[in-house]
């Protein structure tokens, strides 16, 4: 079965760090571009970060820019979200999804089930 | 980067057809056949519906299709059905390598 699984939320200060873990299986990780979408609490999807097939470049939203880092480790069929200078608006249902097609920008087949990001005092 | 524009809610009834339309500009949804559809039960992950603006995923029913002109793509859902109600979002390509979604459109079938 194809799917895709994050892990690493939970309640951090503002100001603080968190890094996200989002673990693919079920297909070639290295085919597919990869995407960070949040959604924060009653509102909707935005777009956060994406991430080319073999890491070597990097699209953000200029919300998360300079904070937010997307990654990936190939050998570990695993991408990340580094998210630094966390902000109370920053507090949202993380999503991973995998790309359809050759490129992020084409739709986003699989999505996880998400991971909850706090940023509160 | 500016969100795309969606009617807040749409309703129909069961068997009629709805369209929901998604407004971008020249930046994005004009310049790219690059407009995705999600659907979103409410507490459930979003699934692709339409991609490259019209193209359909394997198992989407062909009751859903896209369709775009100028700035403006649009998702029409033919027959309509009681699990059809969900909360739909578009999502285009735009310049400078970004990704800009709507605002959401909640479906009510009535």
């Known amino acids: 079965e194809v799917q895709v699984l994050e892990s690493g939320g939970g309640l951090v200060e503002p100001g603080g760090s968190l890094r996200l873990s989002c673990a693919g299986s079920g297909f070639s990780f290295t085919t597919y571009d990869m995407t960070w979408v949040r959604q924060a609490p009653g509102k909707g999807l935005e777009w956060v970060s994406s991430i080319s097939k073999i890491g070597g470049i990097t699209y953000n939203a200029d919300s998360v820019k300079g904070r937010f880092t997307i990654s990936r480790d190939n050998s570990k069929n695993t991408v990340y979200l580094q998210m630094n200078s966390l902000r109370a608006e920053d507090t949202a249902m993380y999503y991973c999804?995998?790309?359809?097609?050759?490129?992020?920008?084409?739709?986003?087949?699989?999505w996880g089930q998400g991971t909850t990001v706090t940023v509160s005092s | 980067q500016s969100a795309l524009t969606q009617p807040a809610s749409v309703s129909g009834s069961p068997g009629q057809s709805i369209t929901i339309s998604c407004t971008g500009t020249?930046?994005?949804?004009?310049?790219?056949?690059?407009v995705a559809w999600y659907q979103q039960h409410p507490g459930r992950t979003p699934k692709l519906m339409i991609y490259?603006?019209?193209k359909r995923p394997s198992g989407v029913s062909n009751r859903f299709s896209g369709s775009k002109s100028g700035n403006t793509a649009s998702l029409t859902i033919s027959g309509l059905q009681a699990e059809d109600e969900a909360d739909y979002y578009c999502c285009s390509y735009a310049n400078n390598n970004k990704l800009v979604f709507g605002g959401g459109t909640k479906l009510t079938v009535l």
């Open positions: 999804a995998k790309g359809v097609g050759d490129h992020y920008y084409y739709g986003m087949d699989v």
């Open positions: 020249t930046r994005d949804v004009e310049s790219y056949n690059l």
């Open positions: 490259e603006d019209t």
